[in-house]
């Protein structure tokens, strides 16, 4: 246990009372923040074993030049905390640098050393202070591009929007400084720039709000913003000469920790990388955002406050640069007893240990009605027959769970519904590929499935793809990415799992992929050609040797580009999409098995690791890195086999959890403290629909006994399952399958023809049942095993069979059994 | 733990949205509480992200007629009217342009229409006319687009590219979008049908539904003929051999097998929408709603017993029930609609101007009686107008959105205006131009919603639901 020794109360110190004063300056700008943190609570020093201080050492070399000064204390407990507050900070020499707030100011060229006590421990910090006789011009794109972003002006519901505000407009965050220059530099004849005057100056009067400004006060003289903006005005608003050096690189600190109650506060420390090799404080420059904003929030100066438990990355943005902190919030909760599940595999494990980690206790496991159910509709998109389930429930081997998951994955109708799955993600549609195609291309997903196809060359397969999309129906993958962008996009988000639609037309506002990054990825693709087959519907798929793409920002002409990893090599003319393809399937593609392990474990679970399945960045973090990479890690080492990955999913315990809550895991979403019960898609309904009822649907121009999940595209205009969200496939986008409910559904379900006619059918399950002799309860019975794969509770049967009595008409009372059935939430929804 | 919305919470924004968008929801929040009057919606505060109602600093207050209006009456005038032969004449115009109508005065002393809107003409001092509604895209279906949406359609001039989920939702479903609490009735509904054309391969028309917002905020569509003897609505009509009393005893049933699941994560969406289903479909109450044969014959004459006049019947019914936008879109009439290419005189005269200047003043009137016009925004408006020249064979005009009329009425909107002016011939805004996205602004306006509003798509990327700016000038 940490011994508390002393207890140190805000404003009795100068870090803790600078502490106080920045979390009173409020995020960006002037508006208060509704859900503001509490008051700050006093920091709990303790007696940390050792503390840690960064940075090692401080180099001031201009006058504008500022450091933060962080310090960690690290317990014996194995806990570590932010004392920043609490740190004493003293200049061994205040006429070379001084302290103020908790920053290191320079005051004169020289060197000293700055002390810093704090738990009984004490560092000293080198410090050596250079230039302070030398000018200190303001940099434009590092000076006044970083404040106008800091300050949000450049902002996408701001002057960063396509047509600006009030007829001042500006790159959005800074992406394109040229045209910036050209704003705030060559249009400078108007007011919002006054060399002679800069507080009469607009850019700086309107943030105030000095005179009016329709985005309010945005501002305060006291912001570090406000002095560079003044100061590159006052310096003749002067452009960065060509070789000014250039921001290389931020790091942030800490890049990660683990905060434990009382502990729930860290300053972090952002430092820029310049080309001359100085490393500069932009701590008050950077722009923060939390992932998650219930957990942990983080003010303008990145000083973070944990609010629950859980984790959040905090992005840290400066200019083009990103980087992320991970944070994780921890805090004793009264009455958890870890009951050590028992783990199945590493999945369990990863799971685990981070819900004991989070005192986040998970649910039983789920009963073998609800397991039968949920395996069935989730491997093969079907519910159990009644022999099926009853099958299963009666059987008493203990491996009975393993032994139905590989009987499922190896059922025809596996195929068929995760050919559906990546129907919709490859946009399968008539209008996208004719009719003829559609069913090509159709049977050959299923096939892949059927047999297995391993994930790498799935992938391969469809982005190298060449000849008559008819002969090789891979082919038709660049028939619905039909140019250079929409390969572009759909690779992206289907294998790397990225949207990157936005750096399209601007950088991306809110991850690190640039205009040039879109165009580069586009290289790949660009000289995909397609010419008319022999027969009408055809199409031929060919690479032409030349061809580049030009950056329409810039005229740049693009080098073909890999994420996190730059240009590629390409060896003269080969067709360029192999390289891109190697480098994809790489057993340390740092992308490809994640996004397919993601895909895969949403599915199965209901919310990815990162969720959503598609939408991978620095911040939408997984809500378990450790799961993710194991996942991947294994499938690659199981040769991207998918059969492999589900069948370890679907063994764990973590999978067989019930979705009933309790006390310890009731507000979890996000850790998979429990199964997440969600509506069946708009095929698994229609087809559970028909096995209830015994009646099929009919799809016009496909054989009789087709199921909706068998649907090779939406063009079988069936508006029941419009209604229900089957998407239209136009984007690759997992998204377009709506999950949402409305009314319609409601509509459909309670008085709808479908339901209704399938209620009511002359040879439904209910009325062969009736004939063949049976008695209400037995009949009851069926429809619940049926449609929820459970027997009724006695109290169930009772009042059904009464029902039944009281109706009068046997047949109408049992279809209102049938009817309350498919109404169920219980038959609804997946569980 | 965070506490997290569950996913079927209507105002969750899907897919979190980017952190630049959270930021400037958490933002609109005290701007939103500034704005006061938010008129129909009780919204719900999360939902206005960006909305800059009050963006005056220090909070003078709402803007002159924001939130006024508590629902709008969308009377779409499909195929495009021509402006000259409706609420913008040009008696002094040579007679290939001028037409075959005459123009009368009004209750409005300056103000002058076409001689057939007879009704409109004595109620005109209960409306605002605008008359420099202009833009340059000529095809009816994304042209629709814009004037149902305040937003450009995502193919500009194009008569093929039908509906999406790129399309930006109706004023309607941002309506449904933002209304936090459920009423017994939908929020949203179109009728008599989905606005289609037969001449456009596109079919229907892009802008009807939730767009990018999804599928959760379609309307509710009554198809068919509600002047028809035995019109009903097939979703609220039970099937002939389920009673009340049967639906009942089934509901009874529900609840049972709900019961032993009661606690199902996630279900409460689906499970609201199961509950006003069989209120729309099981109580009498909310059946009312869309009951027109509860009207009194005087009054169901006084609309007219045709189809477009007991549609708007039926919107004013449906609004008075709690509805809070009706899209009546001009029916189906085999005649292709106000698209009067080539019997622009005889169309006008005898199918369409008769129903129309009917329908539309006897709800006017009929809304004032009931103390519902100022909290009811009405508006009249095809998706452009047509060509000052008529065609060479005499008898039609071709289409023309360079400059075209439209209506407003109620909801604060100031009785008897006239915005802006065409030039000599009907063929340019000669002043104070505006697009249909600001038709459609100065709608959200008097609805208490900004037009600046940014929601998010299912991707999560915030955009705007509209593009265009309200005419403030129109609130009286």
Request: aromatic share 8%.
């Amino acid at each position: 246990m940490r011994q508390f020794t002393r207890t140190v109360v805000g404003p009795m110190v100068c870090g803790a009372l600078a502490a106080v004063t920045l979390l009173a300056a409020g995020p960006v700008g002037a508006e208060p923040q509704a859900g503001a943190p509490p008051a700050l609570e006093p920091i709990v020093v303790g007696t940390p074993e050792r503390i840690d201080v960064q940075p090692g050492a401080i180099q001031l070399q201009t006058p504008r030049r500022r450091m933060h000064i962080i310090a960690s204390g690290f317990y014996a407990d194995g806990t570590t905390q932010d004392l920043t507050r609490a740190a004493q900070l003293t200049s061994t020499n205040p006429q070379v640098v001084r302290i103020e707030n908790g920053v290191a100011v320079p005051v004169a060229d020289g060197k000293a050393e700055i002390a810093v006590t704090v738990g009984g421990h004490e560092v000293k910090v080198p410090v050596e202070v250079t230039g302070q006789s030398k000018p200190d011009v303001v940099s434009f794109e590092y000076g006044t591009l970083v404040a106008l972003s800091k300050q949000g002006c450049n902002s996408g519901a701001c002057h960063g929007s396509p047509s600006g505000k009030g007829g001042f407009r500006m790159s959005l965050r800074a992406y394109d400084p040229a045209v910036d220059t050209e704003t705030l530099v060559r249009e400078a004849f108007n007011r919002r720039t006054n060399v002679y005057e800069p507080e009469a100056s607009l850019l700086l009067r309107k943030p105030l709000m000095e005179v009016a400004h329709g985005g309010g006060r945005r501002m305060k003289k006291a912001d570090p913003a406000y002095d560079l903006l003044h100061d590159w005005i006052a310096q003749g608003c002067q452009v960065d000469p060509a070789d000014a050096p250039r921001c290389v690189k931020v790091d942030v600190y800490p890049r990660q920790r683990l905060l434990k109650r009382p502990a729930h506060t860290q300053q972090l420390l952002v430092l820029a990388h310049f080309s001359d090799g100085s490393i500069r404080d932009v701590t008050n420059l950077a722009v923060y955002t939390s992932s998650d904003e219930g957990v942990a929030t983080v003010n303008a100066d990145g000083f973070v406050t944990g609010l629950d438990r859980g984790e959040s990355a905090i992005l840290v943005r400066y200019l083009e640069k990103m980087e992320t902190a991970s944070l994780m919030f921890l805090k004793d909760v009264e009455g958890f007893q870890w009951n050590n599940p028992p783990e199945s595999s590493f999945v369990d494990h990863d799971v685990f240990e981070k819900l004991r980690q989070l005192q986040i206790l998970p649910s039983d496991l789920c009963s073998d009605e609800e397991f039968v159910r949920r395996a069935y509709l989730d491997v093969i998109g079907e519910l159990p027959g009644v022999g099926e389930a009853q099958a299963f429930l009666v059987d008493q081997a203990p491996d009975k769970r393993a032994k139905l998951i590989d009987a499922l994955l190896e059922r025809p109708e596996y195929a068929d519904f995760w050919a559906l799955k990546w129907g919709d993600l490859l946009r399968l549609r008539g209008n996208k590929v004719t009719p003829a195609g559609v069913h090509k291309f159709h049977h050959w997903l299923v096939n892949a499935f059927r047999t297995n196809m391993p994930a790498d060359r799935f992938a391969r397969t469809l982005l190298t793809a060449n000849g008559s999309t008819f002969a090789n129906p891979a082919a038709n993958f660049f028939r619905t990415a039909a140019d250079t962008n929409d390969c572009t996009e759909t690779t992206s988000q289907l294998f790397l799992g990225i949207r990157i639609q936005c750096a399209k037309c601007h950088n991306h506002p809110f991850e690190r992929w640039t205009q040039d990054n879109y165009y580069g990825i586009g290289a790949f693709f660009n000289r995909v050609q397609k010419k008319p087959g022999t027969t009408p519907d055809e199409l031929v798929v060919w690479v032409s040797r030349a061809g580049e793409v030009t950056q329409p920002r810039t005229g740049k002409q693009m080098k073909p580009w890999l994420p996190l990893k730059g240009d590629a090599e390409l060896a003269g003319e080969d067709d360029r999409r192999d390289t891109f393809a190697t480098w994809l399937t790489a057993p340390d593609n740092p992308f490809f098995a994640k996004v397919e392990v993601n895909r895969m474990w949403g599915h199965l679970l209901g919310r990815g690791i990162v969720d959503p399945v598609d939408d991978f960045r620095d911040s939408n973090p997984p809500s378990s890195a450790a799961l993710l990479d194991h996942l991947a890690k294994d499938f690659v080492e199981h040769g991207f086999d998918r059969k492999h990955t589900l069948r370890t999913i679907l063994n764990s315990r973590t999978y067989q959890l019930s979705s009933r809550k309790n006390d310890f895991n009731r507000n979890d979403t996000k850790y998979f403290s429990h199964a997440t019960t969600r509506l069946l898609s708009a095929e698994q309904l229609l087809d559970a629909i028909c096995r209830v009822t015994s009646v099929d649907e009919k799809f016009a121009g496909l054989p009789s006994g087709t199921r909706a999940t068998q649907l090779p595209s939406p063009d079988v205009d069936n508006y029941f399952l419009k209604v229900f969200g089957q998407p239209a496939r136009e984007t690759a986008c997992q998204c377009e399958r709506s999950s949402d409910s409305n009314l319609s559904q409601a509509l459909q379900m309670i008085n709808g023809p479908l339901v209704h006619s399938k209620v009511r059918d002359e040879k439904n399950r209910l009325r062969t049942l009736v004939t063949g002799g049976k008695t209400d309860a037995d009949v009851v019975s069926e429809l619940y095993l049926a449609a929820l794969s459970r027997p009724p509770s006695t109290a169930e049967l009772d009042v059904a069979t009464r029902h039944v009595t009281a109706s009068g008409d046997r047949m109408r009372g049992l279809e209102d059994v049938c009817w309350a059935l498919l109404n169920a939430n219980e038959f609804l929804f997946q569980h | 733990m965070a506490p997290s919305g569950s996913p079927h919470d209507p105002l969750r924004p899907q897919a979190g949205g980017c952190a630049e968008f959270r930021s400037l929801r958490r933002m609109s929040r005290r701007r939103i509480l500034e704005a006061g009057s938010l008129g129909l919606l009780g919204l719900g505060l999360d939902a206005l992200c960006g909305a800059r109602a009050a963006a005056t600093p220090g909070g003078a207050g709402a803007p002159t007629g924001f939130g006024r209006a508590k629902a709008c009456i969308f009377l779409f005038m499909w195929g495009g009217p021509s402006q000259l032969d409706t609420f913008d004449p040009k008696p002094d115009a040579p007679r290939e342009i001028r037409g075959e109508f005459r123009s009368i005065s009004t209750a409005v002393p300056a103000l002058s229409i076409c001689e057939h809107f007879e009704q409109v003409a004595k109620v005109a001092d209960r409306l605002a006319v605008v008359r420099s509604l202009t833009h340059s895209d000529p095809a009816h279906l994304s042209s629709g687009h814009a004037t149902l949406t305040g937003h450009r359609a995502p193919v500009l001039n194009s008569d093929v590219d039908g509906p999406s989920d790129r399309d930006t939702p109706h004023l309607g479903s941002v309506v449904a979008r933002l209304q936090q609490a459920a009423r017994a009735v939908p929020p949203f509904v179109t009728l008599p049908w989905v606005a289609a054309h037969p001449a456009a391969p596109g079919g229907r028309a892009p802008g009807q539904n939730g767009g990018w917002l999804g599928s959760r905020y379609d309307p509710m569509l009554l198809s068919g003929d509600p002047n028809a003897r035995d019109w009903s609505v097939p979703e609220l009509a039970l099937a002939d051999d389920v009673t009340l009393g049967r639906l009942e005893g089934r509901q009874h049933l529900l609840r049972l097998v709900d019961e032993q699941r009661r606690a199902l994560d996630n279900s409460a969406g689906a499970e609201a929408f199961k509950q006003q289903a069989l209120g729309l479909v099981g109580s009498t109450a909310a059946r009312q709603a869309f009951d027109l044969s509860a009207e009194p014959e005087k009054v169901r004459e006084r609309y007219g017993r045709n189809i477009h006049g007991q549609c708007v019947l039926l919107a004013r019914r449906l609004i008075e029930h709690g509805v809070s936008l009706v899209s009546v879109n001009w029916h189906n009439d085999g005649g292709n609609f106000w698209d009067t290419h080539g019997n622009n005189f005889r169309r006008l005269k005898k199918d369409l101007i008769p129903p129309a200047d009917r329908a539309l003043a006897a709800l006017l009137i009929d809304l004032e009686e009931r103390g519902l016009l100022d909290e009811t925004i009405v508006a009249w408006v095809g998706e452009f107008g047509r060509k000052p020249q008529i065609t060479r064979a005499g008898v039609g005009r071709d289409h023309w959105p360079h400059c075209y009329s439209g209506l407003l009425a109620g909801g604060g909107i100031g009785r008897g205006a006239v915005y802006g002016a065409s030039d000599a011939h009907g063929a340019y805004p000669a002043s104070a131009p505006v697009s249909p996205q600001d038709y459609a602004a100065t709608i959200y306006h008097a609805l208490g919603i900004d037009p600046e509003l940014m929601l998010v798509d299912r991707m999560g990327r915030p955009l705007r639901v509209c593009e265009g700016r309200a005419m403030r000038a129109l609130f009286a």
